[in-house]
């Protein structure tokens, strides 16, 4: 059998469409098939290749890594130095309220480290979050997001979740004196990029503030600079009691964290009772690629680009069959009449070698979301395809 047939006989499959691209090597923006397929990627494997596939810093600091160690002990017993050195990187780019982090390896593992940490320190049980919400898919990660034919197949899922309206003034009501955090995706992402204001995130925090409740920032898919800050709260003039991140933190290696203060952070340490035990949490190379990622998206400028770079595919990204743009950065939805329209589009942009897809919640909208790094050359490529697929399936 070939990997194609392998694929489909002995992986557990996700869906009754997999894209079925066969991988051979990926470099910067563009991924290439076994037989010189070349295709330009406008997803970064859902906004994680923020700095392109395989930077060349990324990859030696996971060799050097290699060369010295790989897993030893479970997360927060010994001193590994790309851990320390990862933790004070990260909180060199936060507020200095932001000064503690627990390195896991996924979004979900991080969004159920906040949600305990969360309940620990405050002592209270409930939880608001968003409608139309994803933080992942373990089950404490489901129970807070906001789709319910996600949801339903899992019940009973946690109880006191509470899904308020995004970016509405008159839902902050739910929140009470009882919770223990508001959880947020500080832009949604598989709604279909869906942009708060500013207006909204600062009531939140003072609604926060005057309840006790923490409040907790998803920044899984919209932080490491995806929408043109290295965290999407910059935009709104406010800061978390804890912020939550995965996907682009790694550079393509399998990391998370959630980070808060040593305040918060400590009850986690008192004995007897559990805090959050990892065995691979913040592997050792993972948080060397992370590192290395922190420093290739400061040293690369990238984040001062990403603005420009969104107007570009703005202005190229015009035809009657597109809608509207939703975009925070180079966090983008483009939105088409129905997926009936849409799909046929992305399938013919791919065999013409541009790769977008659609999102979780939100399916008449085309995700993009490039490498930070394309070029405004690789922009103008990705567009034209783009608007030629779409002429040729409506011909
Ligand atoms: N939160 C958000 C906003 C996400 O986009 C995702 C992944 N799509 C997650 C959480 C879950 O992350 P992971 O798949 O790494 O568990």
Known sequence: MN???????????????????????????????????????????????????????????????????????????????????????????????????????????????????????????????????????????????????????????????????YNDISSLEAIDEDTAAVLVETIQGEAGIRVGSADWFQALRKKCNDTGTLLILDEIQCGFGRTGKFWAFEHFGIVPDIVVCAKGMGGGMPIGAFISNKEVMSVFKNNPLLGHITTFGGHPVSAAASLATIQVLKDE????????????????????????????????????????ILKPVIDRAIELGVITDWFLFCDNSMRIAPPLTISKEEIREACSTILRAIEEVKS
Do not use: W
């Open 301 to 340: 400028k990238l984040i001062a680009q990403v603005d420009e770079k969104a107007n570009l595919f703005k202005t190229l990204l015009v035809h009657p069959e597109i809608k509207s743009i939703r975009n925070k950065g180079l966090m983008m939805a483009v939105e088409f009449d129905s997926f009936a």
């Open 3 to 165: 990997n194609r047939q392998l694929f489909l006989q002995h992986l557990a499959q996700t869906t009754d469409f997999p894209l079925l691209i066969e991988i051979e090597k990926a470099e910067g923006v563009y991924i290439y098939g076994p037989e010189g397929e070349k295709y330009l990627d406008l997803i970064s494997g859902i906004g994680v290749s923020n700095i392109g596939h395989r930077h060349p810093r990324v990859l030696s600091a996971v060799h050097d890594q290699m060369d010295k160690y790989l897993h030893l002990m479970v997360y927060g017993e010994y001193v590994q130095s790309p851990q320390a050195q990862l933790a004070k990187a990260l909180c060199d780019t936060l507020p200095s309220s932001l000064d503690n982090v627990y390195l896991v390896n996924s979004g979900s593992e991080a969004v159920e480290g906040a949600l305990k940490l969360a309940k620990r320190f405050t002592g209270k049980a409930k939880l608001v979050s968003c409608e139309n919400a994803y933080h992942g898919s373990s089950h404490g990660a489901l129970s807070v997001g906001g789709n319910e034919i996600f949801k339903r197949a899992y019940r009973p899922l946690l109880p006191g979740v509470t899904n308020i309206a």
